[in-house]
């Protein structure tokens, strides 16, 4: 079983919907969680990260983690055809960039 | 990906051709790392250096190598190519906060 689970889908939705990406992770010495947007044949960008529990915020785009359930979830609202792309998910410790990912959501979103 | 660049972009060998990936970075931040791309396995994490000079092993080392030529640049060196290493290979580079997290644009290889 890998350490950080993702639904690799794929997940269609229509302009507009509320998009809700989920993870499972089993290490309980995971500190951090990372949320990652890859258009096709590109590099990750970094979209989101939360430190421990909780909610953070950023216009679109709400990252949740609750540690007691081991769960992560990345939720877009108003979602854009330029949100189309693969969402990752990944979660670390102390070492910023030593990252262990899920495999990857492919979402697209339909005018 | 600005301030990560990978060479080469796209990469075909045959089975025991050797080849090095390089990765450099213009943003003076002290960790780099080097993940690989599979399709239904994410990104896995090969080798890493915390600081010029340190390197170690991740999560799946065997069949490469790596050196830390200076703060700017990491390489990853495939001795002997395998058809299992078929990826696309990705350089990280990380900074001392969370959001200071940048990936290269990746190399293609195939080996055949």
């Known amino acids: 079983q890998k350490e950080v689970e993702q639904d690799p889908g794929p997940l269609s939705v229509p302009e507009g919907a509320i998009v809700s990406l989920n993870c499972t992770y089993s290490?309980?010495?995971?500190?951090?969680f990372m949320w990652y947007r890859q258009y096709s044949r590109k590099g990750p960008e970094l979209l989101m990260y939360?430190?421990?529990?909780g909610n953070k915020e950023d216009g679109r785009f709400t990252a949740q983690v609750d540690k007691s359930s081991k769960y992560i979830s990345l939720f877009i609202r108003d979602s854009q055809p330029s949100d189309s792309a693969t969402y990752l998910c990944?979660?670390?410790?102390?070492?910023?960039?030593?990252?262990?990912f899920g495999q990857g959501t492919i979402l697209t979103v339909h005018p | 990906n600005a301030g990560v660049t990978q060479t080469p972009k796209f990469q075909v060998l045959k089975t025991g051709q050797s080849m090095t990936l390089q990765c450099a970075q213009d943003?003076?931040?002290?960790?780099m790392y080097w993940y690989r791309q599979d399709p239904g396995m994410g990104l896995r994490l090969i080798y890493y250096?915390?600081?010029?000079?340190?390197?170690d092993k991740g999560e799946v080392p065997n069949g490469y190598n790596v050196s830390r030529l200076n703060k700017r640049e990491f390489s990853l060196r495939l001795e002997s190519a395998a058809p299992s290493q078929t990826s696309v290979y990705f350089c990280?580079?990380?900074?001392?906060?969370?959001?200071?997290?940048?990936f290269g644009p990746g190399t293609r290889l195939t080996v055949l």
């Open positions: 943003m003076n931040h002290n960790s």
């Open positions: 939360t430190y421990s529990s």
């Open positions: 290490n309980s010495a995971f500190q951090y």
């Open positions: 990944a979660a670390g410790g102390t070492s910023y960039g030593k990252l262990t």
């Open positions: 250096s915390a600081s010029e000079g340190t390197t």
């Open positions: 990280l580079i990380a900074g001392v906060l969370y959001n200071e997290q940048f």
